[in-house]
């Protein structure tokens, strides 16, 4: 069975710019969760979407957003880039039983952003 | 709120010899907690996990920990270093059984010397 899979793998932006981050869960996860990880720091939550809702917000301004799709795949968009959101941004997923999602998250590559 | 502090952010240990991670957490609630990898331009893999059945959590490639609540630790143990266990490793706590969100810590990078 596949992992969690993301695209693309690297990307570089100029400040000011907009950037799309998308994921896809393993076969029959339902949620779908964002990390941002600085180099030589560890992962730091942004969000949790279930059933196409947020179900939980990190610290980050309002410049991130994130959406799932019917497929429970999922989208981070970053608006107006700064260079300090120079990141690897991981998604995970995770099973969804009686309407909460357990703990127990499953990681992609990542996606690795330069903000130039 | 939870936290997770690392003790050592690098570790070094020769080949065969004992690996010891220290790791510990402060959380509102009964803590389900983690160790993670993270092996070079790799993504983040679980070694094991504690949520509140057995304190000595066994996990894979030989990994081991030990929930202590008493001194709110979660150390990381192998008997036996090997090579290709030279990583990031990281500890993560979430509230209970369920939720949405995982504290790292800062990680500890393991060195191991031939």
């Known amino acids: 069975d596949a992992g969690v899979t993301q695209s693309p793998t690297h990307l570089i932006k100029t400040r000011g710019q907009h950037v799309t981050l998308r994921c896809s869960p393993i076969?029959?996860?339902?949620?779908v969760s964002w990390y941002q990880q600085v180099l030589g720091q560890g992962p730091q939550f942004i969000f949790q979407?279930?059933?196409?809702?947020?179900?939980g917000r990190g610290n980050f301004p309002d410049r991130f957003s994130a959406r799932q799709f019917p497929n429970y795949s999922s989208e981070l968009n970053v608006n107006a880039l700064l260079l300090g959101d120079s990141a690897l941004y991981l998604c995970?997923?995770?099973?969804?039983?009686?309407?909460?999602?357990?703990?127990?998250?499953?990681f992609g590559p990542g996606t690795r952003l330069t903000v130039l | 709120a939870q936290s997770v502090t690392q003790l050592d952010s690098h570790v070094s240990v020769s080949e065969g010899t004992p690996v010891l991670l220290r790791c510990n957490y402060s959380s509102s609630y009964s803590p389900s907690l983690f160790w993670y990898v993270q092996h070079p331009n790799k993504g983040l893999q679980l070694l094991l996990k504690?949520?509140?059945?057995?304190?000595l959590v066994k996990g894979i490639n030989g990994f081991e920990a030990e929930f202590k609540k008493s001194e709110t630790s979660f150390h990381l143990t192998k008997p036996s270093a090997h090579m290709s266990d030279a990583a990031e490793y990281f500890c993560?706590?979430?509230?209970?059984?369920?939720?949405?969100?995982?504290?790292f810590g800062g990680g500890t990078r393991l060195m191991v010397k031939p």
């Open positions: 993560v706590v979430s509230p209970g059984n369920a939720g949405n969100m995982l504290t």
């Open positions: 995970a997923s995770s099973l969804v039983l009686g309407g909460r999602s357990y703990n127990e998250q499953f």
């Open positions: 979407y279930y059933e196409k809702e947020e179900r």
């Open positions: 076969s029959g996860h339902k949620s």
């Open positions: 504690y949520t509140s059945a057995a304190t």
